[in-house]
Each structure stands twice: as structure tokens, then as C-alpha cells.
Nanobody
Framework: QAQVVESGGGLVQPGGSLRLSCAAS????????MGWYRQAPGKQRELVAA???????VYADSVKGRFTISRDNAKNTVYLQMNSLKPEDTAVYYC??????????WGQGTQVTVSS
């Protein structure tokens, strides 16, 4: 079993920045991919950004140029640097790790609120 814990959410004004962190621990032998998803009230959960073991990244069109995903393999940690935040970025942000052996693990989510 693995545990996934997010941190770094909060309240920020439009145009501001936040950095989310997600640490995976437990019985993890390898991680294929780590990603961030978000879910706003009344909407489906959507992919924000993901990074694969080789370093390739993918971003939702709505966050390209504003968000940056990075990964520290030694710490099994993934980060999401969010700049130029907009009110429409308000959501609960979830971290997901994908392991070859056991599939997906999700974190409990962290709230990001962008409001003046």
C-alpha cells in the first residue's frame, strides 16, 4: 500500500501564486507517472498536469504557460507551481500516482481558492 499526501493549498488573490506538493510513501517500488487533477463544484474532475517517469509532461490547455509540474524522484514527490492564478482555477486539487505494480493511488485533495 502507498500513501499520497498533498499540501500547499490555500486562498490567494487573482494573479497570485501557489505551490502544491505531493509526497508518496509506503510500499512503492517504482512510479510510472505523477499527476495533478482538480475538481470544481458541480464539475467533473479534470487533469491539470502530469509527468511521466521519462520526464515528459502534459498540461491542460487552460493552464499552459501558467502552471509547471516537476518531480523529485529521490523523494517520490511531485510539485505544481501555479502562477497567474485566476478565479476559475478554484477547485480541490488532487494528486495521483500511477505505479506499474498496483495501479493508481489518490491523495485526499487540497483546496485552492482564488478570490479577491
Amino acid at each position: 500500500q502507498a500513501q499520497v499526501v498533498e499540501s500547499g493549498g490555500g486562498l490567494v488573490q487573482p494573479g497570485g501564486s501557489l505551490r502544491l506538493s505531493c509526497a508518496a510513501s509506503g510500499r512503492i517500488f517504482s512510479i510510472f507517472a505523477m499527476g495533478w487533477y482538480r475538481q470544481a463544484p458541480g464539475k467533473q474532475r479534470e487533469l491539470v498536469a502530469a509527468i511521466i517517469s521519462g520526464g515528459n509532461t502534459v498540461y491542460a490547455d487552460s493552464v499552459k504557460g501558467r502552471f509547471t509540474i516537476s518531480r523529485d524522484n529521490a523523494k517520490n514527490t511531485v510539485y505544481l507551481q501555479m502562477n497567474s492564478l485566476k478565479p476559475e482555477d478554484t477547485a480541490v486539487y488532487y494528486c495521483k500516482i500511477t505505479t506499474p505494480a498496483d495501479g493508481d493511488y489518490w491523495g485526499q485533495g487540497t483546496q485552492v481558492t482564488v478570490s479577491s
